[in-house]
Protein backbone atom coordinates (compact mmCIF):
# COMPACT_ATOMS: atom_id res chain seq x y z
CA UNK A 1 0.00 0.00 0.00
CA UNK A 2 0.99 3.29 -1.13
CA UNK A 3 2.24 5.72 2.20
CA UNK A 4 0.79 9.19 2.46
CA UNK A 5 3.26 11.82 1.69
CA UNK A 6 5.93 12.61 4.70
CA UNK A 7 7.33 16.30 5.02
CA UNK A 8 11.07 16.37 5.75
CA UNK A 9 13.01 19.22 7.36
CA UNK A 10 16.39 18.35 5.81
CA UNK A 11 17.83 20.38 2.72
CA UNK A 12 15.60 19.29 -0.21
CA UNK A 13 18.26 18.45 -2.25
CA UNK A 14 19.88 16.00 -0.25
CA UNK A 15 16.53 14.06 0.35
CA UNK A 16 15.52 14.18 -3.29
CA UNK A 17 19.25 13.42 -4.79
CA UNK A 18 19.58 10.41 -2.21
CA UNK A 19 16.38 9.00 -3.44
CA UNK A 20 16.49 8.96 -7.43
CA UNK A 21 17.14 6.09 -9.31
CA UNK A 22 16.05 7.11 -12.33
CA UNK A 23 18.95 10.25 -12.61
CA UNK A 24 20.47 8.41 -15.39
CA UNK A 25 17.19 9.02 -17.23
CA UNK A 26 16.31 12.38 -17.41
CA UNK A 27 16.51 14.59 -20.14
CA UNK A 28 19.64 16.60 -18.92
CA UNK A 29 21.85 13.86 -18.45
CA UNK A 30 21.42 13.08 -22.50
CA UNK A 31 23.88 14.86 -23.93
CA UNK A 32 26.57 14.10 -21.97
CA UNK A 33 29.40 13.24 -25.26
CA UNK A 34 28.74 16.77 -26.67
CA UNK A 35 29.66 18.61 -23.37
CA UNK A 36 32.76 16.51 -22.79
CA UNK A 37 33.97 17.40 -26.42
CA UNK A 38 33.82 20.83 -25.18
CA UNK A 39 35.31 20.76 -21.84
CA UNK A 40 38.42 18.62 -23.07
CA UNK A 41 38.60 22.13 -25.71
CA UNK A 42 39.03 24.26 -22.42
CA UNK A 43 41.73 21.26 -21.34
CA UNK A 44 43.47 22.15 -24.00
CA UNK A 45 43.14 18.17 -25.01
CA UNK A 46 46.14 17.69 -22.18
CA UNK A 47 45.33 14.97 -20.81
CA UNK A 48 47.57 14.85 -18.51
CA UNK A 49 45.07 17.34 -16.39
CA UNK A 50 43.58 16.26 -13.16
CA UNK A 51 39.73 17.14 -12.78
CA UNK A 52 37.44 17.63 -10.38
CA UNK A 53 34.09 17.27 -10.84
CA UNK A 54 31.91 19.30 -7.75
CA UNK A 55 28.32 18.03 -7.01
CA UNK A 56 28.91 15.22 -9.65
CA UNK A 57 25.58 13.52 -9.33
CA UNK A 58 26.52 9.70 -10.44
CA UNK A 59 29.52 11.31 -12.62
CA UNK A 60 28.70 11.15 -15.98
CA UNK A 61 31.15 13.90 -16.99
CA UNK A 62 34.22 12.94 -14.69
CA UNK A 63 33.46 9.37 -16.54
CA UNK A 64 33.55 10.20 -20.04
CA UNK A 65 36.53 12.30 -19.02
CA UNK A 66 37.89 9.27 -17.67
CA UNK A 67 37.12 6.97 -20.48
CA UNK A 68 39.10 9.34 -22.82
CA UNK A 69 42.13 9.27 -20.55
CA UNK A 70 41.59 12.29 -17.80
CA UNK A 71 42.22 11.53 -14.08
CA UNK A 72 40.02 13.02 -12.10
CA UNK A 73 38.00 12.88 -8.60
CA UNK A 74 33.60 13.13 -8.36
CA UNK A 75 32.93 14.85 -5.14
CA UNK A 76 28.96 14.82 -4.47
CA UNK A 77 26.83 14.89 -1.19
CA UNK A 78 24.85 11.89 -2.19
CA UNK A 79 26.22 8.51 -0.64
CA UNK A 80 23.70 6.69 -3.26
CA UNK A 81 24.92 8.74 -6.29
CA UNK A 82 28.97 8.07 -5.42
CA UNK A 83 28.31 4.59 -4.75
CA UNK A 84 26.68 4.25 -8.44
CA UNK A 85 29.30 6.60 -10.02
CA UNK A 86 32.67 4.30 -8.24
CA UNK A 87 30.54 1.01 -9.10
CA UNK A 88 30.45 2.69 -12.94
CA UNK A 89 34.48 3.69 -12.54
CA UNK A 90 35.42 -0.52 -10.99
CA UNK A 91 33.12 -1.60 -14.02
CA UNK A 92 35.02 -0.10 -17.18
CA UNK A 93 38.52 0.43 -15.27
CA UNK A 94 38.62 4.43 -15.97
CA UNK A 95 41.14 6.63 -13.65
CA UNK A 96 38.33 8.25 -11.71
CA UNK A 97 37.42 8.08 -7.98
CA UNK A 98 34.65 9.45 -6.01
CA UNK A 99 34.23 10.81 -2.71
CA UNK A 100 31.28 11.73 -0.75
CA UNK A 101 31.64 16.07 0.11
CA UNK A 102 30.13 19.17 0.43
CA UNK A 103 30.44 21.64 -2.51
CA UNK A 104 30.63 23.95 0.53
CA UNK A 105 33.42 22.67 2.10
CA UNK A 106 35.75 21.16 -1.03
CA UNK A 107 38.79 18.93 0.77
CA UNK A 108 41.62 19.93 -1.86
CA UNK A 109 44.43 22.83 -1.73
CA UNK A 110 46.13 23.39 -5.17
CA UNK A 111 45.20 19.51 -6.60
CA UNK A 112 43.27 19.94 -9.72
CA UNK A 113 44.23 21.89 -13.31
CA UNK A 114 39.93 21.58 -14.19
CA UNK A 115 36.62 22.16 -11.87
CA UNK A 116 33.00 21.34 -13.20
CA UNK A 117 30.51 22.75 -11.59
CA UNK A 118 27.83 21.73 -14.47
CA UNK A 119 23.89 21.18 -14.10
CA UNK A 120 23.18 22.73 -10.78
CA UNK A 121 26.04 20.66 -8.88
CA UNK A 122 25.15 22.20 -5.59
CA UNK A 123 25.87 25.95 -7.01
CA UNK A 124 22.30 27.65 -6.99
CA UNK A 125 20.29 25.08 -5.33
CA UNK A 126 21.88 25.84 -1.27
CA UNK A 127 19.50 27.97 1.12
CA UNK A 128 21.53 31.33 1.34
CA UNK A 129 23.84 32.89 -1.85
CA UNK A 130 26.61 33.06 1.27
CA UNK A 131 26.72 28.83 0.54
CA UNK A 132 26.96 29.63 -3.49
CA UNK A 133 29.83 31.72 -2.71
CA UNK A 134 31.75 29.33 -0.45
CA UNK A 135 31.53 26.91 -3.38
CA UNK A 136 33.22 29.01 -5.94
CA UNK A 137 35.93 29.90 -3.36
CA UNK A 138 36.42 26.13 -2.51
CA UNK A 139 36.86 25.73 -6.58
CA UNK A 140 39.58 28.55 -6.33
CA UNK A 141 41.54 26.64 -3.76
CA UNK A 142 41.18 23.38 -5.30
CA UNK A 143 42.64 24.40 -8.67
CA UNK A 144 46.45 24.62 -9.30
CA UNK A 145 48.01 28.29 -11.25
CA UNK A 146 46.53 28.27 -14.43
CA UNK A 147 43.38 26.15 -13.77
CA UNK A 148 39.89 26.55 -15.31
CA UNK A 149 37.01 26.61 -13.70
CA UNK A 150 33.64 25.27 -16.42
CA UNK A 151 30.42 25.60 -15.03
CA UNK A 152 27.04 26.36 -15.51
CA UNK A 153 23.82 28.21 -13.31
CA UNK A 154 19.94 29.05 -14.13
CA UNK A 155 20.24 32.20 -15.85
CA UNK A 156 17.66 34.50 -14.55
CA UNK A 157 16.49 36.34 -17.72
CA UNK A 158 15.26 32.97 -18.50
CA UNK A 159 12.62 32.80 -15.86
CA UNK A 160 11.87 36.69 -15.61
CA UNK A 161 10.91 36.22 -20.04
CA UNK A 162 8.86 33.66 -19.32
CA UNK A 163 6.98 35.05 -17.24
CA UNK A 164 7.05 33.26 -13.24
CA UNK A 165 4.18 33.25 -11.15
CA UNK A 166 4.52 36.17 -8.54
CA UNK A 167 4.30 34.37 -5.88
CA UNK A 168 6.93 31.45 -6.62
CA UNK A 169 9.74 33.76 -7.87
CA UNK A 170 11.10 36.68 -5.74
CA UNK A 171 12.54 39.61 -8.17
CA UNK A 172 14.28 40.72 -5.53
CA UNK A 173 16.52 37.55 -4.21
CA UNK A 174 16.16 35.90 -7.93
CA UNK A 175 14.98 33.12 -5.98
CA UNK A 176 12.27 30.52 -7.21
CA UNK A 177 10.52 28.40 -4.80
CA UNK A 178 8.82 25.49 -5.63
CA UNK A 179 7.34 21.98 -4.52
CA UNK A 180 8.59 18.91 -5.77
CA UNK A 181 7.75 15.17 -4.41
CA UNK A 182 10.53 12.64 -4.08
CA UNK A 183 9.64 8.78 -3.85
CA UNK A 184 12.55 6.69 -2.02
CA UNK A 185 13.52 3.30 -2.33
CA UNK A 186 10.86 2.12 -0.02
CA UNK A 187 7.96 3.62 -1.60
CA UNK A 188 7.52 6.95 0.94
CA UNK A 189 6.54 9.63 -1.11
CA UNK A 190 8.16 13.10 0.47
CA UNK A 191 7.19 16.36 -0.24
CA UNK A 192 9.87 18.83 -0.77
CA UNK A 193 10.05 22.82 0.08
CA UNK A 194 12.52 23.37 -2.79
CA UNK A 195 14.45 27.20 -4.09
CA UNK A 196 16.71 27.97 -6.62
CA UNK A 197 18.99 30.88 -7.03
CA UNK A 198 18.78 32.36 -10.22
CA UNK A 199 21.66 34.51 -11.78
CA UNK A 200 22.19 37.18 -14.23
CA UNK A 201 25.38 37.55 -16.16
CA UNK A 202 26.71 40.15 -14.07
CA UNK A 203 26.43 38.83 -11.26
CA UNK A 204 28.13 35.76 -11.56
CA UNK A 205 31.05 38.05 -13.00
CA UNK A 206 31.14 39.75 -9.67
CA UNK A 207 31.17 36.64 -7.66
CA UNK A 208 33.89 34.34 -9.34
CA UNK A 209 36.19 37.74 -9.53
CA UNK A 210 35.46 37.59 -5.73
CA UNK A 211 36.64 34.21 -5.71
CA UNK A 212 39.68 34.81 -7.37
CA UNK A 213 39.00 33.94 -11.04
CA UNK A 214 39.69 36.15 -14.26
CA UNK A 215 39.37 35.48 -17.95
CA UNK A 216 35.61 34.70 -17.32
CA UNK A 217 33.74 34.06 -20.69
CA UNK A 218 29.92 33.12 -20.65
CA UNK A 219 28.79 30.78 -22.87
CA UNK A 220 25.54 29.14 -24.36
CA UNK A 221 23.69 26.29 -23.21
CA UNK A 222 21.87 24.45 -25.83
CA UNK A 223 20.49 21.44 -27.21
CA UNK A 224 23.25 20.57 -28.73
CA UNK A 225 26.13 21.09 -26.04
CA UNK A 226 28.00 24.20 -25.11
CA UNK A 227 29.55 26.85 -27.12
CA UNK A 228 31.69 29.75 -26.44
CA UNK A 229 30.25 30.87 -30.27
CA UNK A 230 26.90 31.33 -28.85
CA UNK A 231 25.69 33.74 -26.34
CA UNK A 232 23.77 33.25 -23.49
CA UNK A 233 19.89 33.46 -23.99
CA UNK A 234 16.91 34.73 -22.45
CA UNK A 235 14.93 31.88 -24.13
CA UNK A 236 17.54 29.28 -22.06
CA UNK A 237 17.52 28.00 -18.69
CA UNK A 238 20.70 27.75 -18.34
CA UNK A 239 23.96 30.27 -18.66
CA UNK A 240 27.42 28.59 -19.25
CA UNK A 241 30.89 30.30 -17.62
CA UNK A 242 34.67 29.41 -18.01
CA UNK A 243 36.77 31.29 -15.52
CA UNK A 244 40.52 30.85 -14.82
CA UNK A 245 43.23 31.15 -12.12
CA UNK A 246 46.36 33.17 -12.99
CA UNK A 247 49.09 31.31 -13.60
Not at 20 to 29: C, I, K, L, S, W
Not at 101 to 108: M, S
Not at 156 to 170: M, N, V
Not at 174 to 199: C, N, P
Request: aromatic share 10%.
Amino acid sequence: MEKENEVVTEPWYRTLYDHFPDYDEEPYVQNTEAEVDFLEEQLDGDRSRRILDVGCGTGRHVLALGRRGYRGVGLDLSASFVRRGRAAARREGVPVSFLVGDARRIPFDAAFEGVLILCEGGFSLMEADAMDRAILRGARRALRPGGTLTMTAPHAPFLIAHGPAEDSFDLVTFREQFRIEATDREGRKRDLEATQRYYTCPELRCLLRGAGFEGIRFFGVTEAGYSLDTPPSRDRFEVGVVARVSS
